[in-house]
């Protein structure tokens, strides 16, 4: 898990998950949501109000996982990886309480 100021221009939210990965072993246990509670308050700490998050936009699981915790898409982007175009998404919570409160 990873955490902290914006890396998107483009993005009007001022804080940004940068990753969060589990181990299948141990997911679907609650740690997920745990982790992203842990970084919207570490981001509210850091004086963010709200954040925003990148996912490949095929990982529907990973998506379907941020929509259930109260976020919205908000744009998507693509880029070239050894000649393999890869699409992104963009989902941000306009407030972390909403995170906090999912
Ligand atoms: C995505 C990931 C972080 C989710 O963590 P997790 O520990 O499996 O999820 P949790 O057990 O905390 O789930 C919390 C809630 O979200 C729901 N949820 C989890 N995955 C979901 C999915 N794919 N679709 C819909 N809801 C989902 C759970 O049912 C649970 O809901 P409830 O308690 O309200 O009933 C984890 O599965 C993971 O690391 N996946 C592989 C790496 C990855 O894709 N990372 C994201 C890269 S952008």
Known sequence: MAFGAQRSPNLAFTGEIHA??????VQKRGLG???????????????????SLWAMTENTSALDFYLHLGARPVGTT???L?????????????????????
């Open 20 to 25: 969060i990965y589990l181990l299948s072993r």
């Open 33 to 51: 949501r745990t982790l992203m509670h842990v970084a919207a308050h570490g981001l509210r700490d850091g004086g963010h109000r709200n954040a």
């Open 78 to 80: 693509s880029f070239e």
């Open 82 to 102: 050894d000649g393999v175009t890869v699409a992104e998404t963009a989902l941000a919570w306009d407030n972390l309480a909403t995170l906090l409160s999912s």
